[in-house]
């Protein structure tokens, strides 16, 4: 039998399994992608990603603003450019997040191609195989994604209605510690998070910020949602409260167009010079083009009317899911009701798989994403992450509409046959952290 290496290569799926980098090990598609087949069929009601709605974006203003970037700076727009970001916007950027607060220099702001490509970045450059860092939970998909692809270890903190308890991030601190591990940053998302649809208080950020200055540790504060408030005026970012130890993350895709993959970091200066360097050796240059058009769209047009425009629609579709859910969602069901952003936080009656259920719910035309998306540690099995951004409101409450009836027959049958949910071989908790309910 013929047991050289070429055969025994020709008879796997992956020839090239035993090349890969350990690194790779890390890198696996997450549940929403692996979802995107079936959302997307237009039979589907898709309360499961959470795509901008950009129906309300005036086309003519951005097709006039793209125009004169051809126009009159088409060679330049076509170019390579800066590893840093054009200057205007980097000015541009600084207007938009004195919004929250933040004064800061142009020169601080390094743009990226998304804020996924900063959070990218900044893990590369700080952290070695093995770093812990810090994060909610439950946290944002696309971060844990980087954070594991780096093999790093991710400690979550618990949250509740206010957002990251701060006697969680104190507990979590000291147990790595006592570990002898060394953690690199907490990751948040302070406002409307991505998924637990909770925002920090501003008591809490204050207290958080004076947390990780005591014990040195940097804060990735991860902001695409923070202009997209429902109530009142935006609330200060975590940035604001200090100039020290805090990389902000911004983003034109949910303020503006996601197609444009346009964000931002601010950073110290000292870090900003070590992000530029990761960007130029990841990309060369973010796309001026990209950012060309972003400048000439925020120059030429009421850009924060449209912000209110968007957050008038997203506060509409916030509305008609909280109805739908107090009207038809089963007893044991919670849920809390976001103040802005696009998610909504759902919690199953005890026993009950929302990713053991999935299947159920496709068939029946109705895609969530399953809790245990947003966790690196397996929990998350009882809840689910509902978005309201994309859909309408009459799509929105017949997709909760078909929820309902799954989440019933499912009840149904477990109460008929008594059926054990198990994660890894143990058995899943009847109610895991965040306790985000008001509801």
Same mark, same amino acid.
């Given at each position: 039998?013929?047991?050289?290496?070429?055969?025994?290569?020709? @008879?796997?799926?992956? *020839? =090239?399994?035993?090349?890969?980098?350990?690194?790779?090990?890390?890198?696996?598609?997450?549940?929403?992608?692996?979802?995107?087949? /079936?959302?997307?069929?237009?039979?589907?009601?898709?309360?499961?990603?959470?795509?901008?709605?950009?129906?309300?974006?005036?086309?003519?203003?951005?097709?006039?603003?793209?125009?004169?970037? /051809?126009?009159?700076? !088409?060679?330049? +727009?076509?170019? =390579?450019?800066?590893?840093? !970001?054009?200057?205007?916007?980097?000015?541009?950027?600084?207007?938009?997040?004195?919004?929250?607060?933040?004064?800061?220099? *142009?020169?601080?702001?390094? /743009?990226?191609?998304?804020?996924?490509?900063?959070?990218?970045?900044?893990?590369?450059?700080?952290?070695?195989?093995?770093?812990?860092?810090?994060?909610?939970?439950?946290?944002?998909? %696309? +971060?844990?994604?980087?954070?594991?692809?780096?093999?790093?270890?991710?400690?979550?903190?618990?949250?509740? +209605?206010?957002?990251?308890?701060?006697?969680?991030?104190?507990?979590?601190?000291?147990?790595?510690?006592?570990?002898?591990?060394?953690?690199?940053?907490?990751?948040?998302?302070? @406002?409307?998070?991505?998924?637990?649809?909770?925002?920090?208080?501003?008591?809490?950020?204050?207290?958080?910020?004076?947390?990780?200055?005591?014990? @040195?540790?940097?804060?990735?504060?991860?902001?695409?949602?923070?202009?997209? %408030?429902?109530?009142?005026?935006?609330?200060?970012?975590?940035?604001?409260?200090?100039?020290?130890?805090?990389?902000?993350?911004?983003?034109?895709?949910?303020?503006?167009? *996601?197609?444009?993959?346009? !964000?931002?970091?601010?950073?110290?200066?000292?870090?900003?010079?070590?992000?530029?360097?990761?960007?130029?050796?990841?990309?060369?240059?973010?796309?001026?083009? &990209?950012?060309?058009?972003?400048?000439?769209?925020?120059?030429?047009?009421?850009?924060?009317?449209?912000?209110?425009?968007?957050?008038?629609?997203?506060?509409?579709?916030?509305?008609?899911?909280?109805?739908?859910?107090?009207?038809?969602?089963?007893?044991?069901?919670?849920?809390?009701? *976001?103040?802005?952003?696009?998610?909504?936080?759902?919690?199953?009656?005890?026993?009950?798989?929302?990713?053991?259920?999935?299947?159920?719910?496709?068939?029946?035309?109705?895609? =969530?994403?399953?809790?245990?998306?947003?966790?690196?540690?397996?929990?998350?099995? &009882?809840?689910?992450?509902?978005?309201?951004?994309?859909?309408?409101?009459?799509?929105?409450?017949?997709?909760?509409?078909?929820?309902?009836?799954?989440?019933?027959?499912?009840?149904?049958?477990?109460?008929?046959?008594?059926?054990?949910?198990?994660?890894? !071989?143990?058995?899943?908790?009847?109610?895991?952290?965040? &306790?985000?309910?008001?509801?």
């Amino acid at each position: 039998m013929d047991t050289s290496p070429t055969t025994r290569s020709s @008879n796997r799926l992956d *020839p =090239y399994v035993d090349r890969y980098a350990a690194r790779t090990a890390g890198m696996t598609q997450s549940e929403i992608r692996a979802l995107f087949a /079936v959302a997307s069929r237009p039979e589907v009601v898709s309360l499961a990603g959470g795509m901008p709605n950009i129906s309300g974006l005036p086309l003519d203003v951005v097709a006039g603003a793209i125009d004169g970037v /051809v126009r009159e700076h !088409g060679t330049v +727009a076509m170019q =390579y450019g800066s590893g840093q !970001g054009i200057p205007e916007l980097r000015e541009q950027i600084t207007d938009v997040m004195r919004l929250e607060g933040i004064e800061a220099h *142009p020169d601080d702001v390094v /743009v990226t191609v998304g804020s996924q490509q900063a959070v990218d970045l900044v893990t590369r450059i700080f952290c070695d195989p093995g770093d812990v860092i810090i994060c909610e939970a439950p946290s944002y998909v %696309g +971060a844990l994604g980087v954070f594991k692809s780096y093999q790093c270890d991710v400690v979550h903190a618990e949250m509740d +209605a206010d957002g990251l308890r701060p006697d969680a991030l104190r507990a979590a601190i000291a147990s790595v510690r006592a570990a002898g591990k060394t953690i690199k940053f907490l990751y948040t998302i302070p @406002n409307f998070h991505n998924p637990a649809g909770v925002t920090l208080s501003v008591e809490r950020r204050r207290e958080i910020v004076e947390i990780c200055a005591e014990e @040195n540790i940097l804060i990735l504060e991860d902001n695409p949602y923070g202009l997209l %408030g429902f109530d009142g005026e935006p609330l200060p970012a975590m940035r604001s409260m200090s100039n020290d130890n805090i990389i902000y993350l911004g983003s034109f895709s949910k303020t503006f167009a *996601p197609g444009f993959r346009v !964000g931002w970091a601010l950073a110290p200066h000292t870090v900003r010079e070590k992000l530029v360097l990761a960007q130029e050796s990841a990309t060369l240059c973010p796309p001026q083009f &990209s950012q060309m058009a972003i400048s000439a769209y925020l120059a030429s047009h009421d850009w924060q009317g449209q912000i209110k425009q968007f957050r008038e629609m997203y506060r509409e579709r916030r509305d008609a899911m909280v109805s739908a859910l107090e009207d038809m969602m089963p007893a044991g069901c919670h849920w809390n009701v *976001p103040s802005g952003g696009f998610y909504v936080w759902l919690t199953l009656p005890p026993g009950v798989n929302a990713k053991a259920m999935l299947p159920r719910a496709v068939t029946a035309r109705v895609a =969530y994403v399953p809790g245990t998306a947003f966790f690196a540690d397996g929990f998350g099995s &009882s809840s689910m992450r509902l978005s309201y951004c994309y859909p309408t409101p009459e799509r929105i409450r017949e997709g909760v509409r078909r929820l309902a009836g799954v989440i019933e027959e499912e009840m149904e049958l477990r109460q008929t046959f008594g059926a054990i949910d198990t994660i890894g !071989g143990r058995l899943a908790p009847s109610a895991e952290y965040p &306790s985000t309910d008001t509801q």
